[in-house]
C-alpha cells in the first residue's frame, strides 16, 4: 500500500464521510451534474471504469468532464462528449487516491437509464464508484484497497448497502454498458467486505 493510500485511509486525515455527506479524506472537485434525491434513499452502491482518451491514464480529463469543462477538441475520441452532462460520486484513480464530485447524500448523474430489482433509475438511490481504467485492464491493489475500505465506510454510514446491493454499471443497463468489465475481480473485492 502506498504511503499516501495508508496517510488517507489510517492517517491524520482519517477515515471518515462529514456532516455534509463527504469523504474527509478525498480531494474535492465539485460538478454541477447533480440534484437531489426523490426520497433520499441510498441502497444501492454501483462500480464503474472511465479513461480519458480510452487507456490514458493519470491526466485531468475525467475532473474535467465530471466538472463540465473538458475541452473536447483536444482529443478526436471526446468529439461524442460534447455537451454531455454526467458525474459521479467518487473516483479512484490508479494510485488510488479519490475524488469526489459530488456528496453522498445528492443524485449523481452516473448510471443512466438503469434498472435494479425492478426499481427504475438507479441513480435515485445509488452511489456511483468509478475507478480509473478500461474493461480490459487490470485495476491497481492500492484501487482495490481503497475500494474496499470506501465500500466499507459507505456501509456503515448509509446500511441498506449491503454486499447483495452492490453491483456493476454493466448489471443495471446490460447490454448498454460493460463496466468495470472482466477484469475486475469481484471476488477479492466482495470477499474483503
Keep these: 500500500m502506498s504511503s499516501y493510500i495508508w496517510y488517507c485511509l489510517y492517517g ?6 462529514n456532516a455534509q455527506h463527504q469523504l474527509v479524506s478525498a480531494r474535492q472537485i ?11 434513499e441510498v441502497s444501492l452502491l454501483v462500480i464503474h471504469c472511465i479513461s480519458l482518451p480510452e487507456g490514458k491514464f493519470g491526466n485531468q480529463y475525467i475532473d474535467d468532464l465530471f466538472s463540465g469543462c473538458l475541452d473536447c477538441s483536444v482529443d478526436p475520441s471526446f468529439h461524442d ?4 452532462e454526467v458525474s459521479a460520486h467518487l473516483l479512484i484513480d490508479r494510485a488510488g487516491r ?4 459530488v456528496p453522498f447524500d445528492k443524485r449523481a448523474w452516473h ?12 441513480n435515485d438511490y445509488s452511489i456511483g464508484i468509478e475507478l480509473e481504467g478500461t474493461d480490459t485492464s487490470r485495476y491497481t491493489s492500492n484501487q482495490y484497497q481503497c475500494l474496499i475500505e470506501v465500500t466499507k465506510l459507505l456501509q456503515s454510514n448509509y446500511p441498506a448497502i449491503t454486499k447483495q446491493r ?8 446490460p447490454g448498454r454498458k460493460t463496466d468495470p468489465g472482466l477484469e ?10
Design 184 to 193: 475486475f475481480d469481484w471476488s477479492r473485492y466482495l470477499d474483503a467486505l
Design 111 to 122: 448510471a443512466g437509464v438503469s434498472s435494479f430489482e425492478n426499481q427504475e433509475n438507479c
Design 81 to 84: 462528449l460534447e455537451g454531455l
Design 98 to 101: 479519490v475524488t469526489q464530485y
Design 30 to 40: 465539485p460538478s454541477a451534474f447533480y440534484n437531489l434525491r426523490p426520497t433520499g
Design 12 to 17: 491524520g486525515l482519517g477515515l471518515r464521510i
Design 166 to 173: 452492490i453491483v456493476a454499471h454493466s448489471d443495471i443497463a
